[in-house]
């Protein structure tokens, strides 16, 4: 808050000083504009041209300055555009890979526009960066815009594949159909750090706290452009934009008028790699806008996709082996406790010497069921389809009203803890926005729908277990073993026999075990085998042995906006806007705490904005402050400010600081959850509804301490000796209250046009983070359930005071807990980026970026706690791009570091480097692009989370009809 105080002192001496030099400035006389007409109705006709070959220019926006009136131009570049207004009024004219103009009118006939062409996009216009229209060049923060241009000619089969060639940003894929997009570290397989938008609206889905891949993203044919944050945001678009944002916008009706159509078929899984034969891929987008009556604007868009997903073939061993004989400690399939990455039901292991005892085995190895392959459990055939309508109603010129829906259901994979299928998921979205020149009031709601969704891990487990149940199963392994002195005769015994020795009769009357029905494990190929599985996936209760979960949630969103420039804009330009929003958890008690009924959160907040152009608009003072609060949390103001200086004789270079400042609300899962996730462990919401319902707002303790304690009271009985070794062993742990996280960040760059045509982008930032959000592993009481409740009814005894308590702890009678906990360490990093644009001639642009960021934990207080960074350090891309005459090519190259993924899933991801390539040949006269292309050109096989999908080449042949190509 200091630093940005010391800004506004600055801000305003200079604007005492630029006061002060009014009277000094000598302004050169403006030519004097012809007096205006009465308003009236007007028919504006005229052509739009290529200032250099004189051809017409089809698809061009001519828009009348002030107003919301606009048109496109025909096939022929002609226009006509009827408006109420008066002569003289000035027109504002924009073309893809053209510079804008704006021209003086006097007379509504045979207007003559010729455009410049432009190779870059520094002068193109952004709102995301202060929430209203400025070039590239003028803004204060680090953004990147691509337009329709860029868009259509990028060498990707989606918008998250070309965004990834951005410099600072990262997308992972956990499904072919479901990239994650983030900037500035502390990524994963899901990313609620990152806001993504669509024509005003967050697209997230309300249970997990982000968008759902490509089920949420625009129809590629629908989308104008696309904007690009890397940093916070958080001081105008809330909370949620704690590391950056993506702001996407349609293509307005209006605007955009016609029929427009695409089909791209292709094929990935090809290659001696993979584990299945090569598979068809299909993506299909229709859409169609008109206006009627000049002032009701409509448009229908339809998107449908079919593929085959990447799978996820990790098999290593991801086992622990502590106690075992040394020959038991090495890991690989040929290990009795073998537990791969990528196959489920494996999870559930034992080491039990004393059960080896029974059969005389002298041996010490744990033992694993045998699991299940991914592949075997998760059906690869993916799809998905996406309809959007929208109505736009002009009241006046300068005032329209408009409604959106949005409909989108498939199939996707979302990995976590465990392995997510999202099996017929459904979101729909609606949207209703007044909208005039210096306002809007916008209200929107999203609802979701779990559909067939599933856990795959306990679908592995809960099929082992409809053979036979865990100890049975274990006892007959054991039993197995030494009988034939081989574990893989014992674990054929195992999973065959379905009618029980006598041997273990005799255990199981001694110890009250099950003695049938036993029936012999299933095979992915058995005939029943899928009936089955859909059985297992059908309920929602782990208790009940059911791998489903349920999901009705929805969140409601109003905001407003309102600019003061016209009444202040002579002293400052004043923004100012305010949210309310309502989210309703809705999963029955399967996911979140939601047991008996649904669940309320509230969230609200609004901002300001001052903004001031000093000594002829070079110099840019920008400040804002917003305030949030959420139901659970207390509120917070996040400050933000900015100076901007711009030189050179056309203003083409600028230096810029801020100090920016982000605020995150825990997501809904943070606050809420309460999920199983097998072997007696639950990832737990950080608040006080949650952790009271299993006692861990009363006793919980470290886990090596817990291990430490059970090693050294093993065979102790002595309540005596329990409690002096509880004393020595036992680490108690206070769990505080969830808090949001609070990020300030120091960022200087600037952009410089180093020679005509060559642009240079260079930043360097500094964040620092408090009170960061991870999930920390205690150990816990073991919760008691109801049958067929999903609820807790309590939960036993672990009092270390109490006999009862310590033979618990001593016994292993606990369980493990992952809940949502905050950082108190001290933690900083850093960002540096280079970005390069260069039109090496009009018809060839090539781009390069470099990418930099580190972690820095200066204290490190508990080192099994320490925030997911989850970034590769180093980022490399480039990219070209051709035009000559009717043909067009583009080529990405891009190498991503290796790092460390920290979190729900750990491991190592390897370095990689990927090309994408694609050529296009245009016919004007069928207003048709053909497209040949590759991502991943080389197929080279990669992944991008630990345990995730191996992801390989697609290759497509793609067929556009439009009438905005460019």
Known sequence: ???????????????????????????????????????????????????????????????????LSGTVSGADGSFRLTVMAALPLTLEVSYVGYETMELLVTSPSNIQIALKEGGLTMKDVVISTSRV??????????????????????????????????????????????PVINTRGFGGPGNPRFVQRVDGIEMIAPVFGFPVGMLSAPSELDLERAELIAGPASALYGPNAFNGMLDMYSRPPRQYPGLSASVRIGANHLGSGSEISPRPYLHFNLRYAQTLFDRLSYKVIAEYFRATDWLAT???????????????????PQNPGYDGVNTYGDEVRVLSPSLAQLFGIRERFYVSRTGYRDRDLVNPETFFQKYTAQLQYFIKEDLELSWRSFLSNGNTVYQAANRNVLRDVFFHQHKAEL????????????????????????????????????IPWFIMYHEGYALYGSHEAARIYADTITEPSPTYLGIASAFGLPVGPFRRRIEPNDPLFQQIVDSINSGYLRINREAGFYDRSSFYHTEVQYDFSNWTGKWVDVLVGGNIRFFRVNTRGTLFADFEKPLWVREYGGFV????????????????????????????????????????????????????????????????????????????????????????????????SVSAFRAAAEGVTDSAQLAQLAQQYLVPVRLEPLRPEFTQQYEVGGRFQLIRGLYVDLEYARAYYQDFVLYRNVIGARPVYESGKAKPIGYNNINPATKEGLENLRDGNTYSYNTASNLSDQVYAEYASLGVEYAITPKVLWTASYSYATLVLSVAK?????????????????????????????????????????????????????????????????????????????????????????????????????????
């Open 1 to 67: 808050m200091q630093k940005f105080i010391l800004l506004a002192i600055i801000a305003g001496y200079l604007f005492a000083q630029e006061e002060r030099e009014l009277p000094r400035t000598q302004e050169k006389p403006k030519p004097e504009r012809p007096k205006a007409e009465a308003p009236q109705a007007l028919t504006l006709q005229g052509i739009v041209r290529d200032a250099t070959s004189n051809e017409p220019l089809p698809g061009a926006y001519i828009k009348v300055k002030g107003t």
């Open 862 to 966: 508990d080192p099994s706690l320490l925030p997911n960074f989850n970034t590769p350090r180093h980022k490399v891309g480039s990219a070209i791009y051709f035009r000559l005459e009717r043909w067009g090519a583009a080529l990405n190259y891009r190498w991503i570091d290796a790092f460390e993924m920290d979190g729900l899933i750990k491991g190592r991801v390897p370095a990689v480097q990927w090309i994408d390539l694609q050529v296009s040949y245009t016919v004007p006269k069928w207003k048709t692009q053909f497209r040949l292309g590759g991502q991943n050109l080389l197929n080279i096989r990669y992944v991008q989370i630990p345990g995730g999908p191996r992801i390989g080449g697609l290759y497509y042949f793609q067929v556009v009809y439009d009438p905005f190509l460019r």
């Open 314 to 332: 990790d098999y290593r061993d991801e086992g622990t082996y502590q106690g075992a004989d040394s020959i038991y400690r090495i890991r690989g």
């Open 133 to 178: 229209p400025e070039m590239v060049l003028e803004a204060p923060v680090t953004v990147t815009r691509m337009g329709i241009r860029e868009l259509q000619a990028a060498p990707a089969a989606n918008i998250f594949q070309q965004l990834s060639t951005i410099k600072n940003v990262d997308v992972n894929y956990q499904s072919i159909t479901f």
């Open 609 to 704: 904005q001052l903004n001031k152009w000093l000594f002829q608009r070079r110099l840019r003072l920008l400040g804002s402050l917003r305030y949030d609060k959420s139901q659970y949390f207390e509120g917070r103001f996040t400050p933000r400010a900015a100076i901007l200086y711009a030189f050179g004789k056309e203003h083409q270079h600028n230096i810029r600081l801020s100090y920016q400042t982000g605020f995150r609300i825990p997501t809904l899962q943070d606050q809420l959850i309460v999920l199983d996730i097998g072997f007696n462990s639950i990832t737990l919401g950080g608040t006080q509804i949650t952790r009271s319902l299993f006692g861990l707002d009363k006793f919980a303790f470290l886990p090596r």
């Open 435 to 470: 909208r005039g020149k210096n306002f809007f009031i916008r209200s929107y709601g999203s609802w979701e729908s779990s559909g067939r969704s599933y856990d795959s891990r306990f679908t592995g487990i809960f099929l082992n277990q409809w053979a036979k149940p865990d």
